[in-house]
Every structure is written in C-alpha cells, then in structure tokens.
C-alpha cells in the first residue's frame, strides 16, 4: 500500500529484449505510479543495455549500484528517485476516444499496456454485459488502462472503484485515465493482484484476465484467482470476466461458484457470470 508504506521495492524489471528504451517508460511508470517508492531493481543482458545503466540512469536516480553480475547479466539497483525520473514517459502517452453510452471519454494508455490504441472486442462485450449492474464497491482486477472502470463509473456515478494490476505501465496509465476524467475521489489505481486486495470485500469483481505468461499460454492465473475471489465478495456479490471462447473456464467456475452463467457471448468472446461462493 503506497499510502501507508515508506519504502516500496519493486522485486525486478526485466530488460526487454532489443528495446532499451522500453526500460526507461517502465522505471519512469514505476516512479509515478508509486509516490513512495525507494528502490528499483533491473536485471537483463549486458547485450540488451545492463552495462550503460550507470550512464542511462546517473541523472534519474541518486544512488545507481550493481549488485551482481553473471553469466553476461547483470543485477543494478536504483535508489532515491529524483523528480526527472518519472518524466521519460511525457511523450510516451498515446490517446483514444472510448464511446461509452452515447459519450467519449479520453484515454490515455503507455506502450506495453493491453490493447494499446483501442477498444479491444472482449472487453466492448464485458461493458454491454455490465448496463443493468449497479453495485457500489467495484473491483477491477488486471484492469489494464483501466477502460472498464471508466466506462462503470460512468454509468454508475456512486460506485467505488479499486483498479489492480502487476504491470507498473498499466498501473500509471489507469492513473491517469482516473485523474483526466476526474474520478480520484473514488477511484484508485494499484499496483499488484488478487492478493494485494486480501481482506478487502467488493460487491462486484470485474476482469478481462490475461491467459498468457510471457510468451507461455495459461489459464492457472485466472483459474488461481477465481478461488481467491471467492473470500473477496460480500454476500450477494457477483464477480464477472469476459474470456475468449476457447478457455476452458467453465469448470473452475462451477469449482468455486455453486451459480455461473453465460449472460453474454460472441463467436470469440463469452462473459460470465460467477455467484454464490462455494
């Protein structure tokens, strides 16, 4: 919890592999999505840019040291960010109109983030689910940029809204979705997963949740978090996601929800509907 924690660490951000650039958004992303962070810890190749770092980020960054290095890798933290080191991100932002009832609403999202650029076809058809669904304490998990937060907020203007995900970029970018359409009072952006809302409970939970792991193809996220789920919502809550047609999600439902319903559906996309935690 960035609002209560004085040092927040960010375990690792990986190198990507010939974009040396990527590196600098996500440090930046990670700067400004939370307030409070200390340290940041980078490790990749000494091909893909791990020996400039010093150089790369010696203006960004008070304290810059490698910890390690091995087998042409190298371990570096970042310590005591400086007000320049979230600004690398400025001219990343790419922006996009989201209809939502007959209205647009700006969107603002960084490179990396789910369906950069537009309104992907599983969440449109998660949204058109949501219409008749009004509950006051939202949960979006793996929310991304954030389009189906905004979109519910929206259509129910005394809804609360707790958006998570484990990526530093969509976090800063939902940040900023939050910020221009004025919705901070009753909104936050977080970083991290099911977990990171422990002990919290939600009337409804929302989710276009990933199915890949790098470049590995897997249910188990979701699947892990369905379970998880379970001691997230009030009595009477509901959690629904929009998965591609092919994802073998039915039974996992029915393993921790005793009510789970198709209550919307494409050739590729179905959204379901998940109550009365087993």
């Known amino acids: ?34 307030p409070n962070l200390k340290e940041i810890f980078l490790v ?4 893909l840019g791990a020996k400039s ?20 890798s190298a371990l570096v933290r970042l310590a005591k960010p400086r007000p320049a080191a979230s600004t690398a991100i400025d001219e990343a932002w790419r922006t996009w109109t989201l209809p939502i009832d007959g209205k647009e609403q700006t969107v603002y999202d960084l490179p990396g983030v789910f369906s950069r650029g537009e309104l992907d076809r599983g969440s449109e058809l998660l949204i058109q689910a949501l219409g008749a669904n009004e509950q006051s ?18 259509r129910v203007p005394n809804a609360e809204l707790t958006l998570v995900d484990h990526d530093a970029m969509a976090v800063a970018s939902a940040q900023k979705n939050l910020e221009a359409a004025g919705l901070t009072a009753r909104a936050k952006a977080i970083f991290g997963d099911v977990e990171s ?28 978090g369905f379970k998880a ?16 047609q092919h994802l073998p999600y039915a039974t996992p439902l029915q393993e921790s929800f005793a009510d789970v319903q198709t ?3 494409d050739s590729r996309y179905r959204v379901w509907r998940a109550r009365k935690p087993r």
Do not use: W
């Open 1 to 34: 919890d960035t609002a209560t924690t004085e040092i927040y660490t960010l375990p690792y951000t990986t190198l990507f592999r010939s974009e040396k650039d990527v590196t600098e958004l996500r440090v930046a992303a990670a700067v400004q999505a939370f």
């Open 44 to 47: 990749g190749h000494n091909k």
């Open 53 to 72: 770092i010093h150089k790369r980020f010696a203006k960004q960054f008070d304290e810059v040291d490698k910890i390690t290095s091995a087998r042409h």
């Open 137 to 154: 304490r939202v949960l979006d998990l793996g929310a991304g940029s954030g389009v189906l937060s905004l979109a519910y907020a929206q």
């Open 197 to 224: 809302v422990r002990g919290q409970r939600y009337d409804l939970v929302i989710s276009n949740p990933p199915f890949h792991a790098g470049s590995e193809r897997t249910t188990a996220t979701a699947e892990n």
């Open 229 to 244: 789920i379970q001691g997230l919502l009030h009595r009477g809550g509901e959690l629904i996601l929009v998965a591609n």
């Open 263 to 265: 209550i919307e559906e």
